[in-house]
């Protein structure tokens, strides 16, 4: 599967093509996020360097440089990409499902999978994005919201389905999103991408137990 955060660094055919100008630019621009996230995902952003993505995405200086005005502005670039496909994974996943429930379990298995599949990916995501200054804290402030926003989504729809469940408070509903965070950071800073995975009980369980109480929690675990 081809996506924005694993794209190939396979470069355009030599000699006359059919592809208009902004297709080119499209999946330079693909090459450059990609490069990026592989070679921060490995090196860290602080030892980046402009000329270590242009390498591993096979473009010119000049070429990046008509696309992103730094390096800053390319891991942003990167960061935001891996956010929005990520959320994309996880709605297609959740809304799947007949039932609030089982959306949520499809909804963190697509989340951990995500990961475990992409190691350089989570570690820009979850490390580098710290320390990468200012700006960057405003795009990770930005994605804790969006999720806090899907959080809420899903709140409404179990509210729905299951009438009497209690109304999760805005501030719960990001603590929730900081622990699913805070559980997957510390497997990648420990490089236990891989085993990602084996989350999936805990947060289940801990959504759920926000959601709808112990019980529905345990059940789910159980099943």
């Known amino acids: 599967m081809s996506t924005t955060v694993q794209a190939g660094t396979e470069?355009?055919?030599?000699?006359?093509?059919?592809?208009?100008?902004?297709?080119?630019?499209?999946?330079?621009?693909?090459?450059?996020?990609?490069?990026?996230?592989?070679?921060?995902?490995?090196?860290?952003?602080?030892?980046?360097?402009?000329?270590?993505?242009?390498?591993?995405?096979?473009?010119?200086?000049d070429t990046f440089?008509?696309?992103?005005?730094?390096?800053?502005?390319?891991?942003?670039?990167?960061?935001?990409?891996?956010?929005?496909?990520?959320?994309?994974?996880?709605?297609?996943?959740?809304?799947?499902?007949?039932?609030?429930?089982?959306?949520?379990?499809?909804?963190?298995?697509?989340?951990?999978?995500?990961?475990?599949?992409?190691?350089?990916?989570?570690?820009?995501?979850?490390?580098?994005?710290?320390?990468?200054?200012e700006e960057a804290l405003v795009h990770r402030e930005r994605t804790l919201e969006s999720f806090t926003r899907l959080f809420q989504a899903i709140a409404e729809r179990a509210a729905t389905e299951q009438p009497g469940l209690p109304t999760v408070p805005d501030l719960v509903a990001r603590a929730m999103v900081v622990a699913g965070v805070e559980l997957t950071t510390r497997y990648i800073r420990e490089d236990r991408v891989s085993s990602l995975p084996e989350l999936e009980s805990d947060v289940l369980y801990l959504w759920l137990m926000v959601f709808a109480g112990h019980e529905v929690a345990a059940a789910a675990v159980a099943t």
């Not at 059919?18 to 996230?37: D, F, G, P, T």
């Open 11 to 61: 470069r355009l055919p030599r000699g006359p093509h059919r592809l208009s100008r902004k297709q080119v630019e499209n999946h330079q621009r693909a090459r450059i996020i990609a490069a990026m996230i592989a070679v921060a995902g490995t090196k860290g952003y602080g030892s980046t360097t402009i000329g270590d993505i242009t390498h591993r995405a096979r473009v010119s200086r």
């Open 65 to 133: 440089y008509e696309q992103f005005a730094n390096k800053e502005a390319c891991f942003l670039a990167a960061y935001d990409a891996t956010t929005r496909e990520l959320l994309d994974e996880m709605v297609a996943a959740g809304t799947s499902q007949p039932s609030y429930v089982e959306g949520i379990r499809d909804g963190v298995r697509a989340y951990l999978r995500f990961w475990s599949e992409r190691a350089d990916a989570a570690r820009v995501w979850s490390l580098d994005i710290l320390a990468a200054g």
